[in-house]
């Protein structure tokens, strides 16, 4: 079943990703001094006294501010509390009101949902005198709390699940199904939002020539032709020693979190500009997480020329060598062109990705390799393989039972990799294969 939500809204550094770590238990939201570090809206699970729901993080609401971002943040935010059931309005209780908070109120008092006022950073509990020009307001009670410390906030969510339990929702809680895991990775600026919000029929990321406008890991859980995917949108992926914003890096951090959890990993290369050392380093930190990989050649249409394009194709068959078991599909995210292509290569990899085959039909194959007589010696030592099993799957983990494992070297693991490729369909999908003596 669906989680009930809470949005969590309010203008810029007034604590609203610091409340959602605290609720949420754990640090996935990003908290920095800076302003503006939010961006996106990003859903975090939660519960309390039994009853489960998802936080809503937005971006700080500014109504008078029209930068680069701030048209997109503010409907990010707005959006969030359309689709909530609950709204928990923070304010900054150090600062008092000033005219976004009374902008936001004015827009939240047509709201027909719960809004909480939630007054943070009230650091000593006791002292709460200043908070009550919040009253002015006119969105009801004042919670005073201290997301920082935990002050207040036991108190806060005993009346939002009150809240919550009036919406005749069924407090056992069921997993929700989060199907494949589909990670969108690359380089900043490679087009992962547009991709995202295609693939999610929503504008859910914020898109821009800016490069570094994700900051988060942003989940979407959608149904494509009767299944179901979470599409994890992931802030752009530069070397570490590049990073130059704490910002930044803890955006790093959420996106390899982001590939650590993914069944299939989406690496979106910038077509205009071809494979670059970036596309490579991030394709390896997938391949070392033994993620699926299908390879999204966006912004295809501003290439132009057949030629130009077969070179960016020969440079990514090169140059990627470690990973040429990911289909490559060429694609317009932003207008969806070809984004078909990228559903059906999503699918081909998951299925290679967690089919088992049967060990009858892997020890008929070995039986081809020995027939063929190629193997490896060392000394007067020749490997024999006697059996071969899978051992695990996500991805396929396959062991073979031989006389010597340390005969084994790289360029004889590469031949049973490629042999095996050919006889059965692994595409899209990394091979683990181990060696164990046969006593």
């Not at 009374?102 to 047509?110: C, D, H, K, Q, W």
């Not at 050919?422 to 006593?439: A, N, Q, R, S, V």
Request: with cysteine; hydrophobic share 40%; aromatic share 6%.
């Amino acid at each position: 079943m669906a989680l009930p939500l809470v949005a969590v809204v309010g203008r810029p550094n007034v604590g609203k990703s610091t409340l959602v770590n605290r609720i949420a238990q754990a640090d996935e939201a990003i908290v920095h001094e800076m302003r503006g570090v939010t961006r996106d809206r990003s859903y975090h699970e939660a519960d309390w006294n039994g009853v489960h729901f998802k936080l809503v993080d937005t971006g700080g609401i500014e109504m008078g501010d029209d930068d680069a971002f701030q048209g997109s943040i503010r409907n990010q935010a707005f959006n969030a509390t359309h689709e909530s059931d609950v709204i928990l309005f923070v304010v900054d209780g150090r600062t008092g009101i000033n005219a976004d908070d009374e902008e936001v109120a004015r827009i939240l008092r047509r709201s027909d949902k719960p809004v909480f006022v939630v007054v943070n950073k009230l650091d000593t509990p006791g002292r709460e005198d200043d908070m009550w020009e919040f009253c002015q307001l006119g969105l009801g009670d004042l919670w005073p709390v201290s997301a920082t410390h935990g002050h207040g906030t036991g108190d806060l969510l005993d009346a939002v699940v009150d809240e919550l339990r009036k919406l005749d929702l069924d407090d056992a809680h069921e997993e929700e199904d989060s199907g494949i895991n589909v990670a969108i990775i690359g380089r900043p600026n490679a087009g992962k939002s547009s991709l995202t919000n295609c693939m999610t029929c929503g504008n859910r990321s914020i898109v821009s020539d800016v490069a570094g406008t994700t900051r988060d890991a942003i989940d979407t859980l959608v149904e494509h032709d009767g299944h179901r995917y979470t599409i994890v949108d992931t802030a752009g992926l530069r070397r570490k020693s590049q990073i130059d914003e704490d910002v930044e890096y803890y955006g790093f951090v959420r996106a390899m979190r982001a590939i650590d959890r993914a069944d299939v990993t989406i690496l979106v290369i910038d077509g205009t500009l071809g494979l670059t050392n970036e596309d490579q380093r991030v394709a390896g930190y997938a391949a070392e997480r033994g993620c699926a990989m299908v390879i999204a050649l966006n912004k295809w249409d501003l290439v132009k020329g057949p030629e130009a394009k077969e070179k960016v194709r020969e440079r990514i068959d090169d140059r990627l060598m470690f990973v040429g078991y990911a289909p490559v599909v060429s694609t317009v995210a932003l207008t969806g062109k070809r984004v078909d292509r990228v559903w059906e290569a999503i699918d081909v990899a998951y299925a290679s990705y967690s089919q088992t085959i049967p060990t009858s039909k892997l020890n008929a194959w070995l039986q081809e390799i020995r027939e063929t007589g190629h193997t490896v010696s060392k000394g007067k030592t020749i490997l024999r393989m006697k059996y071969i099993t899978q051992t695990a799957t996500c991805p396929p983990q396959f062991t073979f039972f031989v006389n010597r494992p340390d005969v084994v070297d790289d360029n004889y693991r590469r031949y049973l990799e490629n042999r095996m490729r050919e006889h059965f369909d692994l595409t899209g999908t990394p091979i683990i294969m181990k060696f164990k003596k046969k006593d």
